[in-house]
C-alpha cells in the first residue's frame, strides 16, 4: 500500500516536535482499508494516534506500528437529528460545524486541540463541559478487523478516561443535537476562546495539560508551583510561565520533557503524598 511507510520520522506528527522514528507508519484512507489491513496483520502491535495534540514520543522511535486516519475519516454530516462525525476530525471542526448548524453545547470543543477520537478517549473538556455530555454512540474496529458498537453507558466516561480499550481503533462518533441560537453560539464561543487565550499559552511547542488534576478540588498546577517546580528546567524543557501545567518544548530531545515530567511527580508525591498522572502520552522505546 502507498499509505504504508517504513522509517517514518515522528517528530512532524507530535505537538512539541520531537521523536525518533516509527518502524511502520499506516494511514488508512477509509474503513475497508484499515479493516484489511488489521485482518491482514493479526499480532501486529499497534498504536492509534490523533493530531498529536498530547502525545510525546521518544528520542528512539517506536516498534510498534503507528495507525494515523486519513481524510475519509475527518468527515462530519447530520442525519436523522444526529451529528455523524469521523474520529480524525478536529474538535474544532466539530464546534464549527455545530455553529454553523445553529447546534449548541459544543461551544468548549473550539478550546481543546486534537481530534475529536482521541477527545473521546480521554472525555476531554473544558469550562464544565465533557465528551460525555455530547456522545451517544462510538463506532470502532479492533484489531481483529471487526466493528464494533459502544453506547454512552457503555464507554463509561469518568474525568479524563474511559473503558474504550486500547485493541479498538474508534472510527466514527454519533452526536447529539441540541438546537440554539446561531448568534448566542457564537457569542459564547467567542467568550470561551478569550479566556483560554488569557489563561494558557499559545504558539509554543507543547503538549498541552501535562498532568490530570488530582481531584476537581486539587489543581496540577497549584501542586507543581507550590513544590516549585514551575522554575525547573532540565535541558531544553521547562513550564511554561502562562501556566505552569504546560510544559514548553525548545530543544531537540523527548528526553528533557520525560525528565522533567518524573521529577515533578516525584517532588509533589515527596512533598503532598499525591501521584500526580500525565494527560500527555508518551510513546516508544527508552
Known amino acids: 500500500m502507498s499509505n504504508i511507510k517504513l522509517n517514518y520520522n515522528l517528530s512532524k ?22 479493516i484489511d489491513y488489521l485482518k ?3 499480532g501486529e502491535k499497534l498504536i492509534t494516534i ?6 510525546l514520543f521518544r ?10 486516519l486519513g481524510k475519509e475519516f475527518q468527515k462530519i454530516e447530520i442525519k436523522n437529528e444526529k451529528i455523524y462525525c469521523g474520529a480524525a476530525a478536529l474538535k474544532s471542526q466539530l464546534s464549527k460545524f455545530a455553529y454553523e ?14 481530534t475529536v477520537g482521541g477527545g473521546v478517549i480521554m472525555n476531554a473538556g473544558c469550562f464544565n463541559f465533557e465528551f460525555r455530555d455530547i456522545v451517544i454512540e462510538v463506532e470502532g474496529i479492533n484489531k481483529k478487523g471487526d466493528k464494533i458498537y459502544m453506547q454512552n453507558k457503555e464507554i463509561e466516561f469518568d474525568y479524563r478516561q474511559t473503558k474504550i480499550s486500547e485493541d479498538i481503533i474508534i472510527t466514527k462518533i454519533i452526536f447529539k443535537v441540541f438546537k440554539g441560537d446561531k448568534n448566542l453560539i457564537l457569542e459564547k464561543t467567542e467568550k470561551l476562546k478569550n479566556k483560554k487565550s488569557i489563561s494558557q499559552p499559545s504558539k ?10 488530582p481531584n476537581f478540588s486539587l489543581k496540577a498546577w497549584e501542586l507543581i508551583k507550590k513544590t516549585g517546580c514551575d ?26 520533557v520525560e525528565d522533567l515530567i518524573h521529577f515533578t511527580i516525584s517532588e509533589v508525591r515527596k512533598k503532598f503524598n499525591i501521584t500526580l498522572e500525565p494527560e500527555i502520552k508518551i510513546i516508544g522505546e527508552k
Open 231 to 256: 522554575k525547573k528546567i532540565i535541558g531544553n524543557a521547562k513550564f511554561s510561565e502562562s501556566h505552569c501545567n504546560f510544559i514548553e518544548n525548545n530543544g531537540t530531545s523527548s528526553k528533557d
Open 13 to 34: 506528527n507530535s505537538w512539541f516536535g520531537l521523536g525518533g522514528a516509527a518502524k511502520k507508519y499506516f494511514s488508512p484512507s477509509n474503513e475497508e482499508e484499515l
Open 40 to 42: 491482514n496483520n493479526l
Open 101 to 114: 448548524n445553529s447546534i449548541k453545547n459544543y461551544e468548549f470543543l473550539s478550546c481543546i486541540p486534537g
Open 50 to 55: 490523533g493530531s498529536g495534540s498530547n502525545i
Open 59 to 68: 528520542d528512539k522511535g517506536c516498534l510498534e506500528t503507528i495507525i494515523k
Open 204 to 213: 509554543i511547542k507543547t503538549g498541552g495539560s501535562t498532568f490530570k488534576n
